[in-house]
């Protein structure tokens, strides 16, 4: 990339609630519990696909980062040159993974607001000097009002390329081959799909998302919309984080039922077992980049509105300079959404599932121009097409004694959160 950007962030008066500030008909966004990162306008994109497409939007990012002229006057996380990114589940897939550089940034974190204006060097009235943003490189700063809210668009989802018993045969044939010593683990997904047909709802769709799983990764990247429970990796000032998601249960009727489904999960041999070895699996490839990496000693439940997770968190000292992609390329796709061993699990679920994921299930996030960045897994996600088409995704980690009725049921409780933010 030899194009050379401009970026100014300063501080402003309260920005929130930011999901009102959001394009409706092409929202860019990242947040949880009410904090996080809106961007308007398109100042670039970079694409990439293929087996490389993670190194090769980490080279050109840094080469853009590297001739950026940058002017931050919060220094917080999400402040100065931010891109959002959606990366593809697959190396095959005909999904473009994307970064997207924004022409305006809002942003909310620590009771702090700020704006961050980006833009090309040479459509910058009066920019000059190689090194440093002029102080008249942008005109008077124009904050966007919030704009009306919008009804939520009414989807009416079907089952997509695997039909329920499609999807509960494929279950046994995976318990199978495990059964078999093939491989120890396989992550399948079934689709829905649907048609949109009220384009500037997208946005009640996020705030519906944001207001119900205000604990989970809230994001808009091209289309791709969702409320991520899981952690994939975070950079921030040489400290490295994840939280890894395995081991599902239904959330209870009641306070005392609840509480039983919770202490269930925590002591079920299968969910404990699915659950090790992502934690495996992420602390394997985390490892080599850091100088220290401490796991929580025991997984832990993570309450949702509407299910029970097994969870482990990572924390560490990065130790060779890597970039949050960097991480994101070692660390994709894990044994939470693929499967273990990695590479006879991604054939098994690319023979079984029977169609392309597409985006689901790949990082999403955002990096910094220092490379610090927050990636989650595109989980409880819909990808949203310009023509209207919306396919949805849920799916669930297998393993020996998983049961085919048990695991569609599972799916279910995964879609629900999609497929009410859509008015379902």
Same mark, same amino acid.
């Given at each position: 990339?030899?194009?050379?950007?401009?970026?100014?962030?300063?501080?402003?008066?309260?920005?929130?609630?930011?999901?009102?500030?959001?394009?409706? @008909?092409?929202?860019?966004?990242?947040?949880?519990?009410?904090?996080?990162?809106?961007?308007?306008?398109?100042?670039?994109?970079?694409?990439?696909?293929?087996?490389?497409?993670?190194?090769?939007?980490?080279?050109?990012?840094?080469?853009?980062?590297?001739?950026?002229?940058?002017?931050? @006057?919060?220094?917080?996380?999400?402040?100065?040159?931010?891109?959002?990114?959606?990366?593809?589940?697959?190396?095959?897939?005909?999904?473009?993974?994307?970064?997207?550089?924004?022409?305006?940034?809002?942003?909310?974190?620590?009771?702090?607001?700020?704006?961050?204006?980006?833009?090309?060097?040479?459509?910058?009235?009066?920019?000059?000097?190689?090194?440093?943003?002029?102080?008249?490189?942008?005109?008077?700063?124009?904050? %966007?009002?919030?704009? %009306?809210? #919008?009804?939520?668009?009414?989807?009416?989802?079907?089952?997509?390329?695997?039909? %329920?018993?499609?999807?509960?045969?494929?279950?046994?044939?995976?318990?199978?081959?495990?059964?078999?010593?093939?491989?120890?683990?396989?992550?399948?997904?079934?689709?829905?799909?649907?048609?949109? *047909?009220?384009?500037?709802?997208?946005?009640?769709?996020?705030? @519906?998302?944001?207001?119900?799983?205000?604990?989970?990764?809230?994001?808009?990247?091209?289309?791709?919309?969702?409320?991520?429970?899981?952690?994939?990796?975070?950079?921030? *000032?040489?400290?490295?984080?994840?939280?890894?998601?395995?081991?599902?249960?239904?959330?209870?009727?009641?306070?005392?039922?609840?509480?039983?489904?919770?202490?269930?999960?925590?002591?079920?041999?299968?969910?404990?077992?699915?659950?090790?070895?992502?934690?495996?699996?992420?602390?394997?490839?985390?490892?080599? *980049?850091?100088? #220290?990496?401490?796991?929580?000693?025991?997984?832990?439940?993570?309450?949702?509105?509407?299910?029970?997770?097994?969870?482990?968190?990572?924390?560490?000292?990065?130790?060779?300079?890597?970039?949050?992609?960097?991480?994101?390329?070692?660390?994709?796709?894990?044994?939470?959404?693929?499967?273990?061993?990695?590479?006879?699990?991604?054939?098994?679920?690319?023979?079984?599932?029977?169609?392309?994921?597409? #985006?689901?299930?790949? %990082?999403?996030?955002?990096?910094?121009?220092?490379?610090?960045?927050?990636?989650?897994?595109?989980?409880?996600?819909?990808?949203?097409?310009?023509?209207?088409?919306?396919?949805?995704?849920?799916?669930?980690?297998?393993? *020996?004694?998983?049961?085919?009725?048990?695991?569609?049921?599972?799916?279910?409780?995964?879609?629900?959160?999609?497929?009410?933010?859509?008015?379902?």
């Amino acid at each position: 990339m030899n194009q050379k950007l401009v970026v100014r962030t300063e501080p402003v008066d309260e920005l929130a609630p930011l999901i009102p500030r959001a394009d409706p @008909r092409h929202p860019l966004l990242w947040m949880r519990r009410g904090e996080g990162i809106v961007g308007l306008g398109e100042v670039l994109r970079i694409e990439t696909s293929g087996p490389t497409r993670i190194e090769d939007a980490a080279a050109a990012w840094r080469s853009l980062a590297a001739m950026a002229s940058v002017d931050d @006057r919060v220094g917080l996380p999400g402040t100065g040159l931010v891109a959002f990114g959606a990366i593809a589940f697959a190396d095959d897939s005909a999904a473009t993974s994307v970064l997207v550089v924004p022409s305006l940034v809002l942003g909310r974190r620590e009771g702090r607001d700020w704006v961050t204006r980006i833009a090309l060097a040479e459509s910058v009235a009066g920019s000059a000097g190689e090194s440093d943003v002029p102080g008249d490189a942008f005109p008077p700063l124009e904050i %966007p009002e919030p704009t %009306p809210k #919008r009804r939520v668009p009414r989807v009416t989802f079907e089952p997509g390329a695997v039909p %329920p018993p499609d999807y509960e045969a494929n279950v046994a044939e995976a318990v199978r081959r495990i059964d078999a010593g093939e491989l120890e683990k396989v992550v399948l997904a079934r689709q829905l799909v649907g048609e949109l *047909h009220e384009e500037d709802g997208l946005r009640a769709v996020i705030n @519906r998302l944001a207001e119900d799983y205000p604990d989970t990764w809230v994001f808009a990247v091209d289309g791709l919309i969702g409320a991520s429970p899981e952690t994939l990796v975070r950079v921030d *000032h040489g400290t490295v984080s994840a939280r890894v998601l395995a081991g599902t249960a239904s959330r209870g009727a009641g306070e005392a039922s609840d509480r039983e489904r919770a202490v269930a999960l925590s002591a079920s041999h299968k969910d404990l077992a699915e659950h090790a070895l992502a934690v495996a699996s992420a602390v394997q490839r985390l490892e080599p *980049h850091t100088a #220290r990496l401490d796991a929580s000693p025991e997984p832990f439940t993570l309450q949702l509105p509407n299910l029970w997770h097994l969870a482990t968190d990572l924390k560490g000292t990065l130790g060779d300079g890597s970039s949050s992609l960097d991480l994101v390329s070692a660390v994709h796709p894990t044994a939470a959404v693929a499967g273990t061993p990695r590479p006879v699990a991604l054939a098994v679920l690319a023979e079984l599932e029977g169609f392309d994921r597409g #985006r689901y299930a790949g %990082p999403v996030g955002w990096i910094d121009g220092g490379g610090d960045g927050e990636w989650a897994i595109a989980l409880r996600c819909a990808q949203v097409e310009p023509s209207g088409a919306v396919a949805a995704y849920a799916g669930c980690g297998i393993v *020996h004694d998983s049961e085919p009725a048990d695991e569609l049921a599972e799916t279910l409780m995964k879609f629900r959160p999609i497929v009410e933010a859509f008015g379902g």
